[in-house]
């Protein structure tokens, strides 16, 4: 080795040490991965003029080699820089698919460069060189780091490549560090927001049982959600639902939980007075301003003032006062029959129906303007029907409830409870209320039996449910006649015209007698002779 050679390894050697000494304290800071990575790569262009760095991996679905950090190269460049899957393509492709180092000492002559990414001066011909070392996890390309080298550098290749070598440890260290970092806070994250909604749940259940609302069913709690989120504000809500599923108990939760709590919460069923009467109820009125208006009487609404006011069953108020009505909500001020002047009224409206209000409005039952007044938020709430996982706690809430009222110490026998859990309950909750009070009441020891449920169900077998299933309710299950167990009679069943083939043939395995079809069907005799009165069968003993 001459003096030449000796001093341009000496000088060399000395960068190399620099630049080591360099990535060891970008290492030594707080872990920012594009941060450090990019330093890398700038101390690689500054100190050895190892230009355009860039580090390539496989995108997250492993279909693309794509470029991740670089240092030096312009944007329309790095559009360009994608490699397809298998790493077929260029000396990159190469060097991620073997794990070896890529060499191109002139670029213009190697064929299997494809020049995506090469950037140099426009007209400019100097030759430029292209290196690529892989960047190895347990000995596995996991990416590629790759820099072009301008032909005027003296430094050789061989010491260049094991700069890079030692480069794309760092790298590679740092972005292992980085992705176990991105997928650990990830699962914090999950685990955080797992954690949010089980506090967020457990929440909505205790404000729900403080209202009276028991029960864990999504359906149920979706609703529970729904009225706390509204609640705060002062927007009108509809209940929509089924007769039974607790409408008011909603109302009230909704009231409470609002900045109106202590202000007076006002309840009045429109489909429970006379017409004639509604309005006086609803508006109040003054002395002398119809025949036996014997003095002043205060309306509903103004009663409301600075609370809230529960209009349950809306759809059954008379077209006449919601014309009334719909001026109270846009005037917030309301006249009294016979008062010389309005009132000034401030409150929040909850309503409540059973019906299709849309329909209602198509058929001309209900206005318009005023639907979409009050329908500012609508809740749906589920039928008991739909929130089967609920029956059981809502059945033991009932029998905890009611024992306490009547002083009495009466189990539900497990069988019991599962006849109840096999029902249909077309009344909704408040049948359940009813079937739970009448056999505590009438419960002759200290258990409540199988048999004593199923009488009570059987009893009530004959109720229909709505002809048309909610739009949020599935559609009802064929009936299948053998399905039930023996004594299971009462639950209730779907009245189809395809039933009548199964009645009809049990009637004739039967001589026409409808005691023993109705044993065959697992039917009270009751529940046989609706449907037989339903499907408009002829009937004929033999």
């Known amino acids: 080795m001459n003096k030449t050679q000796r001093v341009v390894a000496g000088e060399t050697l000395r960068l190399q040490l620099s630049i080591q000494q360099e990535i060891a304290k970008l290492l030594d800071r707080p872990l920012d991965p594009p941060h450090t990575v990019r330093g890398i790569l700038r101390l690689l262009s500054q100190i050895l003029g190892l230009n355009c760095g860039r580090v390539l991996a496989p995108n997250q679905k492993n279909e693309v080699l794509e470029v991740r950090y670089s240092y030096g190269l312009t944007h329309a460049r790095l559009r360009e820089g994608a490699f397809s899957v298998g790493y077929d393509e260029g000396v990159t492709g190469f060097v991620m698919r073997t794990g070896s180092t890529g060499l191109v000492p002139d670029i213009d002559r190697e064929p299997l460069y494809l020049q995506r990414i090469t950037e140099r001066p426009h007209n400019d011909t100097t030759r430029i060189a292209f290196i690529a070392v892989p960047i190895l996890e347990s000995g596995t390309p996991v990416g590629v780091l790759s820099v072009q080298k301008a032909g005027g550098q003296e430094t050789p290749f061989e010491a260049d490549i094991a700069t890079l070598k030692v480069a794309a440890s760092a790298i590679g260290q740092v972005m292992r560090i980085g992705e176990f970092i991105r997928k650990e806070t990830e699962h914090l994250i999950r685990e955080n927001q797992s954690l949010r909604n089980s506090v967020t749940m457990e929440g909505m259940l205790q404000k729900s049982l403080a209202h009276g609302i028991v029960g864990s069913s999504e359906a149920l709690l979706d609703a529970v959600k729904q009225c706390i989120q509204v609640a705060p504000s002062d927007a009108a ?83 006449q006062l919601q014309s009334k009505l719909l001026r109270v909500l846009q005037e917030h001020q309301v006249d009294p029959i016979g008062a010389a002047s309005p009132v000034p009224v401030n409150f929040r409206l909850i309503t409540a129906t059973h019906e299709d209000m849309q329909e209602h409005v198509n058929t001309g039952g209900f206005r318009l303007d005023l639907f979409y007044r009050i329908n500012v938020v609508p809740v749906y709430l589920p039928p008991l029907r739909a929130r089967r996982g609920d029956i059981r706690p809502l059945a033991l809430h009932f029998l905890n409830e009611l024992n306490h009222r009547y002083q009495r110490n009466v189990a539900l026998h497990p069988e019991a409870l599962a006849a109840l859990e096999r029902y249909g309950w077309p009344g909704n909750i408040r049948q359940m ?89 697992n039917l009270s005799l009751r529940q046989l002779r609706y449907r037989i009165e339903k499907l408009g069968l002829e009937v004929r003993r033999r």
């Not at 049990?506 to 109705?518: D, E, H, K, Y």
Request: proline share 5%; aromatic share 6%.
């Open 433 to 521: 209320q009813n079937v739970v009070e009448r056999a505590i009441l009438m419960a002759e020891s200290d258990h409540i039996q199988r048999t004593q449920i199923q009488q009570i169900l059987t009893e009530q077998g004959s109720v229909r449910l709505p002809e048309a299933p909610t739009p949020q309710s599935s559609s009802p299950p064929a009936f299948d006649y053998g399905s039930t167990t023996k004594n299971e009679v009462g639950r209730y069943q779907w009245v189809r015209q395809e039933d009548a083939k199964q009645i009809l043939d049990a009637l004739n395995q039967c001589r026409g007698n409808q005691s023993c079809a109705a044993r065959r069907l």
């Open 237 to 319: 809500v509809m209940l929509l639902g089924e007769s039974g599923t607790g409408k008011e108990k909603f109302a009230r939760m909704i009231h409470q939980q609002s900045e109106r709590t202590d202000r007076p919460f006002i309840c009045i069923n429109c489909a429970a007075i006379p017409p004639d009467l509604l309005e006086s109820e609803l508006f109040g009125h003054e002395k002398g301003s119809f025949t036996g208006a014997s003095g002043n009487k205060k309306g509903k609404i103004l009663q409301a003032d600075g609370g809230t006011l529960f209009l349950d069953e809306i759809g059954d108020m008379p077209l």
